[in-house]
């Protein structure tokens, strides 16, 4: 059974920097590109990043440009968020999701995606 599993949330003030983790159980991530998105309390499910299978393309919403990093370690099948520089509009429960094939096809959207974890919640405040 596939199983993603997020971690890496909490509480951090405004300007800080958090490191969330997506580990995957039951199949190999080598044959999947991953999303990550994020749902904030009477908002959509957004998509914030995406990372090709072999890592090689990155996609990023405009909003969490030049300040969150996706990467991936196949070997370890996780995959990464950075973020840094972190404002309170970042607030939301993080979700990563798994999509076969080696791109990121369509990645901003939910049906794009087979997979998903149960989310973590990143909460940014003073």
């Known amino acids: 059974q596939l199983q993603l599993v997020e971690s890496g949330g909490g509480l951090v003030q405004p300007g800080g920097s958090l490191r969330l983790s997506c580990a995957a159980s039951?199949?190999?991530?080598?044959?999947?590109?991953i999303g990550w998105f994020r749902q904030a309390p009477g908002k959509e499910r957004e998509g914030v990043s995406c990372?090709?299978?072999?890592?090689?393309?990155?996609n990023y919403a405009d909003s969490v440009k030049g300040r969150f990093t996706i990467s991936r370690d196949n070997a370890k099948n996780t995959v990464y968020l950075q973020m840094n520089s972190l404002k309170p509009e970042d607030t939301a429960v993080y979700y990563c999701?798994?999509?076969?094939?080696?791109?990121?096809?369509?990645?901003?959207?939910?049906?794009?995606?087979?997979?998903w974890g149960q989310g973590t919640q990143v909460t940014v405040s003073s």
């Open positions: 999701a798994a999509m076969y094939g080696s791109g990121c096809i369509w990645w901003g959207s939910r049906s794009s995606f087979s997979s």
């Open positions: 039951g199949f190999t991530l080598d044959y999947y590109a």
């Open positions: 990372i090709s299978s072999s890592g090689g393309t990155t």
